[in-house]
């Protein structure tokens, strides 16, 4: 979907901080309806929502780089000036990080408030169309809203367009508010979005009844797991069962497939039949009117892949990357190496690995053309290089293999999609909701064991890892939970779900979280630093240090922006922030 640029003049909770600086300064605080009349003229600015997504500071560089390395299975030593992606110590209230975050979710929310008000007030459109652009609407606007409640906890509910002399300084609301504005907006689509096969080619990335319902189901879960870390469980049982009701929606509906190749999933000119697996994404084409930070495309091939590694984005001379975001050596290990993680039998032996491990992670690589080792095999850990003499030992830590894009046009202009929800996420849902309320049950292994015997699967030569999930292993709902978390870890590495996945879900414990143990339990059991070889073998550390440090409760939550709290003085600061 290309970034079409609307003109909808909106007072975001900053624009007053940065555009007042005069005293009789004009504000404009919501788009003249004289503009807006027809059916054409809504769908531009239904366009303009998905706009603020796509933009550089969203999901087109900002969210991946900084919340990607935030979590424990990936890390970056890049970043902006005023920050380093993924270290928590140089993580402040003031940072432009967080920043952008806020703003612009929150700038999506004020394009959707008015999307939803031209639904409303439109004589001019069917009501066919009206139900619809105004599910549209709601529909982006929860989805900013549940990311951001995720991000910073209760925050303010706006729900129409801003007007400054009124609801311009707004109080944050409570975590429960917002989830029940969530769940309000994801489920009008149910009813009123297209279905998935009844949706024009060419929208094929935007919203749907699947998409609602998929989110909705998403949102259930991470709701019931709050209430569980809040003791609150005899709560949270009632929106695990919605979960799974609304998880099993989706697959009943028939709309969606799991591919028979994992792979074809990141190959980008399979991009379109991508799509009768990934129910929402946020999607990318190539821009070749220009290559500023305002292209259609974005730099994820290039954030992912290391420098030495040619044609495989836009980036000139060689279309190479640039290695900002790489593996924690130990998360490699974690499904590769049975002797340091026994949990690794489930997809690994001697001889043979998980399919997904060999498509979703990049090892060995050759040299590009613009390297002085051209036409070497470039080498990182866990491999062992050993005499021969064509292979050469560059780097200690694995990439990401998933975002690739050799004929994009520049290092911002790569047509990867971000994938937010895929139908394998819906299976581990059901697998999740049924194993909270009742155990390890049939439902809740075969719901797992399906994403299992896809990666099996692997390119039509059948894999004999991942194992199935069996009774026996999983004794106890900890038990079960646990393995769910290590499936998720690798189902979706690279595609911004760990970190979200680590402050909501708890340890066997029922009592941390499991960002808590790892960064407090975990990790320090690790022997800092990176891998070294020497004399034919891989010694030392398995982590990265950027964002290994010691666990602080602070970390479960951004902190508010310091540019709001200024302008807004019933904002509170999130805690030992």
């Given at each position: 979907?290309?970034?079409?640029?609307?003109?909808?003049?909106?007072?975001?909770?900053?624009?007053?901080?940065?555009?007042?600086?005069?005293?009789?300064?004009?504000?404009?605080?919501?788009?003249?309806?004289?503009?807006?009349?027809?059916?054409?003229?809504?769908?531009?600015?239904?366009?303009?929502?998905?706009?603020?997504?796509?933009?550089?500071?969203?999901?087109?560089?900002?969210?991946?780089?900084?919340?990607?390395?935030?979590?424990?299975?990936?890390?970056?030593?890049?970043?902006?000036?005023?920050?380093?992606?993924?270290?928590?110590?140089?993580?402040?209230?003031?940072?432009?990080?967080?920043?952008?975050?806020?703003?612009?979710y929150y700038s999506a929310i004020s394009n959707a408030n008015a999307v939803i008000g031209y639904a409303n007030s439109l004589t001019s459109l069917s009501l066919t169309y009206q139900a619809q652009a105004r599910a549209e609407g709601k529909f982006l606007r929860g989805l900013s809203y549940f990311y951001l409640v995720q991000y910073f906890g209760g925050v303010p509910l706006i729900t129409s367009v801003v007007n400054y002399q009124t609801n311009f300084q707004v109080p944050r609301s409570s975590v429960d508010s917002v989830y029940q504005l969530i769940f309000s907006d994801f489920s009008e689509g149910v009813t009123a979005l297209p279905l998935r096969s009844a949706q024009p080619t060419s929208q094929y990335n935007r919203a749907t009844q699947g998409a609602a319902q998929g989110f909705l189901a998403k949102a259930y879960l991470t709701y019931a797991n709050y209430l569980d870390l809040n003791n609150r469980s005899s709560e949270a049982q009632k929106y695990y069962d919605s979960a799974k009701l609304a998880a099993t929606a989706v697959i009943?509906?028939?709309?969606?497939?799991?591919?028979?190749?994992?792979?074809?999933?990141?190959?980008?000119?399979?991009?379109?039949?991508?799509?009768?697996?990934?129910?929402?994404?946020?999607?990318?084409?190539?821009?070749?009117?220009?290559?500023?930070?305002?292209?259609?495309?974005?730099?994820?091939?290039?954030?992912?892949?290391?420098?030495?590694?040619?044609?495989?984005?836009?980036r000139l001379p060689g279309h190479n990357g640039l290695g900002y975001i790489k593996v924690h050596p130990w998360f490699y290990d974690k499904y590769t190496n049975v002797s340091a993680f026994p949990s690794a039998a489930d997809y690994a032996n001697a001889k043979d690995t998980d399919y997904r491990v060999q498509t979703s992670f990049l090892t060995s690589w050759i040299q590009s053309s613009t390297n002085a080792s051209n036409g070497l095999t470039c080498v990182t850990y866990?491999?062992?290089?050993?005499?021969?003499?064509?292979?050469?030992?560059?780097?200690?830590?694995?990439?990401?293999?998933?975002?690739?894009?050799?004929?994009?046009?520049?290092?911002?202009?790569?047509?990867?999609?971000?994938?937010?929800?895929?139908?394998?996420?819906?299976?581990?849902?059901?697998a999740e909701a049924e194993n909270e309320m009742n155990g390890p049950t049939t439902t809740s292994l075969v719901a797992f064991n399906l994403v299992r015997q896809r990666a099996r699967k692997a390119n039509g030569v059948a894999h004999t890892y991942p194992v199935d999930l069996t009774a026996?292993?999983?004794?106890?709902?900890?038990?079960?939970?646990?393995?769910?978390?290590?499936?998720?870890?690798?189902?979706?590495?690279?595609?911004?779900?760990?970190?979200?996945?680590?402050?909501?879900?708890?340890?066997?414990?029922?009592?941390?979280?499991?960002?808590?143990?790892?960064?407090?339990?975990?990790?320090?059991?690790?022997?800092?630093?990176?891998?070294?070889?020497?004399?034919?073998?891989?010694s030392t550390g398995r982590t990265e240090a950027s964002n290994i440090i010691p666990f602080d409760r602070k970390y479960m939550l951004f902190p508010i922006p310091a540019n709001e709290t200024?302008?807004?003085?019933?904002?509170?600061?999130?805690p030992e922030w």
């Open positions: 979907m290309k970034n079409k640029h609307i003109k909808i003049v909106v007072v975001s909770f900053l624009f007053l901080l940065n555009a007042c600086t005069k005293i009789d300064q004009q504000i404009y605080d919501a788009q003249s309806t004289a503009d807006v009349k027809t059916q054409s003229d809504v769908e531009v600015a239904i366009i303009g929502v998905y706009s603020q997504f796509t933009a550089w500071n969203g999901f087109k560089a900002q969210f991946p780089y900084v919340v990607c390395p935030y979590a424990d299975d990936l890390s970056s030593i890049q970043g902006a000036s005023s920050s380093i992606w993924g270290t928590k110590t140089t993580l402040n209230s003031g940072i432009g990080d967080v920043l952008s975050i806020w703003s612009r009943g509906s028939g709309q969606y497939v799991l591919l028979s190749d994992f792979a074809k999933l990141w190959d980008v000119n399979n991009k379109t039949n991508a799509y009768n697996e990934v129910i929402f994404g946020i999607s990318y084409t190539r821009d070749y009117t220009n290559t500023d930070a305002t292209t259609n495309g974005n730099g994820f091939a290039v954030a992912f892949n290391p420098q030495s590694r040619g044609n495989i984005s836009g866990p491999y062992k290089p050993g005499s021969a003499s064509n292979y050469y030992l560059c780097e200690s830590q694995p990439y990401i293999n998933k975002y690739i894009d050799p004929n994009g046009v520049a290092s911002g202009d790569n047509a990867n999609d971000l994938f937010l929800l895929r139908y394998s996420e819906i299976y581990l849902i059901v026996a292993a999983v004794p106890t709902k900890e038990a079960m939970r646990m393995k769910i978390f290590d499936e998720r870890g690798l189902e979706f590495v690279g595609e911004m779900n760990r970190w979200f996945d680590l402050v909501r879900m708890r340890y066997s414990d029922n009592a941390q979280t499991m960002y808590q143990y790892q960064f407090g339990t975990f990790l320090p059991t690790l022997t800092p630093g990176l891998p070294v070889y020497k004399n034919k073998v891989w200024a302008v807004n003085p019933k904002l509170t600061q999130n």
